[in-house]
């Protein structure tokens, strides 16, 4: 039997969705990154948390360097794993919970939990501004030569601008 429309709204606005996007250490060896994503999961299972999608955390360069204490020692990252879990959270499920077990993880580098949507997360790479390839110059036509404009010569740049700049009479006279 299909849900009213009122049922479905009120549903819609008492459902908790979050989104946690994170950095795992660069130093983790390649094998062992999903070892980790498993630790996170971990964390939303004990809060009952219905994971909607995620993407597999991939190398990615930092913006900028980024500190963290291992035991009073600073090591600094210019490179993190990259990754995120969307996910919906029960009315008896704890964000804070999720939140103190993500800062007490050692491997984690950096995180960041949203609340959110329930829409299509869908992840689209960056577009690429500029290309590596060489751009070559379009050859010139007969047509565009028609169109090309005369350079000035260096008299008649200057009438034009004394003409621009010139006072009025009335102005001048003062």
Do not use: Q, W
């Amino acid at each position: 039997m299909p849900m009213s429309k009122k049922a479905t709204e009120a549903k819609n606005s008492e459902e908790k969705i979050y989104e946690i996007g994170y950095h795992l250490l660069s130093s983790i060896a390649e094998e062992n990154i999903p070892t980790e994503v498993e630790k996170i999961k971990v964390f939303l299972a004990k809060e009952k948390a219905t994971i909607i999608c995620e993407e597999a955390p991939k190398l990615r360069p930092l913006a900028y360097s980024i500190k963290k204490s291992f035991e009073g020692v600073y090591k600094t990252f210019d490179k993190a794993y990259f990754g995120f879990i969307k996910f919906e959270l029960p009315e008896e499920g704890d964000i804070k919970a999720i939140d103190t077990a993500l800062k007490n993880t050692m491997n984690v580098l950096r995180y960041l939990v949203i609340k959110t949507e329930r829409e299509e997360t869908m992840y689209s790479p960056k577009m690429t501004v500029f290309s590596d390839k060489e751009v070559k110059p379009k050859p010139v036509t007969a047509k565009d030569e028609e169109k090309a404009v005369v350079p000035a010569s260096v008299e008649e740049i200057d009438a034009s601008i004394d003409a621009l700049v010139s006072l009025p009479e009335e102005v001048a006279a003062l």
